[in-house]
């Protein structure tokens, strides 16, 4: 099978833009999840997906928000992007249960100038 | 709060030596554990998880790990390192299901293995 993907991989964009980050997941795969990965707040949650309902979300503002389509495919988008949002940005998928394996994406290297 | 704790940013070691990378973990409910490596530009890949069963769990590149319910702990060891091991490994847990089924991992700052010739 092949893995999770995600695109673009890399990204730069300007402060007060917005972006849009799009998840692939294994096929199969329902749930998916996104995370933000900085050298200063490490990995953190942003919000999990399953069958097109957000089940979980993280301590993130408004402006991050996602969303799931029927073919499980993900989106996050960023509205008035801030230098604090330059970061990875990855995405896992995994079947239903919490106890299955998440498999990661290579993630979205995210710059904001 | 939930939260996980590597103590150590850096663990540098000789290729051949054994390593342990240090995990502890607070939480009120309890837990399933989990180790995850980074190498670079790439994304995070699962070492290994404990869920439930024997507190010793195997996984894959020669790692294991040993639960420690009383100490909150689940350190990752190899007995002999390669060169291929330098990387980050994350230690993360989630919550067992409180009330709604989530996959949220809480992850630990890493800790980066710098294994040298």
């Known amino acids: 099978k092949a893995g999770v993907t995600q695109t673009p991989r890399y990204l730069i964009k300007t402060r007060g833009q917005q972006v849009t980050l799009s998840c692939s997941p294994i096929s199969g795969h329902r749930s998916v999840s996104w995370y933000q990965q900085t050298p200063g707040q490490g990995l953190q949650f942003l919000f999990e997906y399953f069958s097109e309902t957000q089940r979980n979300k993280g301590n993130f503002p408004g402006r991050f928000s996602g969303r799931q389509f029927s073919n499980s495919r993900s989106e996050m988008n960023v509205s008035t992007l801030e230098l604090g949002d330059s970061a990875l940005y990855l995405c896992?998928?995994?079947?239903?249960?919490?106890?299955?394996?998440?498999?990661f994406g290579p993630g979205t290297r995210l710059t904001v100038l | 709060a939930q939260s996980v704790t590597q103590l150590d940013s850096q663990v540098p070691v000789f290729e051949e030596a054994p390593v342990e990378l240090r995990c502890n973990y607070s939480?009120?409910?309890?837990?399933?554990l989990f180790w995850y490596v980074q190498y670079p530009n790439q994304g995070l890949q699962l070492l290994l998880k404990y869920l439930s069963g024997s507190t010793l769990v195997k996984g894959i590149n020669g790692f294991e790990a040993e639960f420690n319910k009383s100490q909150t702990s689940f350190h990752l060891r190899k007995p002999s390192v390669h060169i291929s091991d330098t990387a980050e490994y994350f230690c993360?847990?989630?919550?067992?299901?409180?009330?709604?089924?989530?996959?949220?991992?809480?992850f630990g700052t890493g800790t980066l293995l710098a294994v040298q010739p």
């Open positions: 896992a998928s995994c079947e239903p249960g919490f106890t299955d394996t998440q498999y």
């Open positions: 993360a847990v989630i919550l067992m299901n409180y009330g709604g089924a989530t996959n949220k991992l809480i």
């Open positions: 939480s009120s409910v309890s837990v399933y």
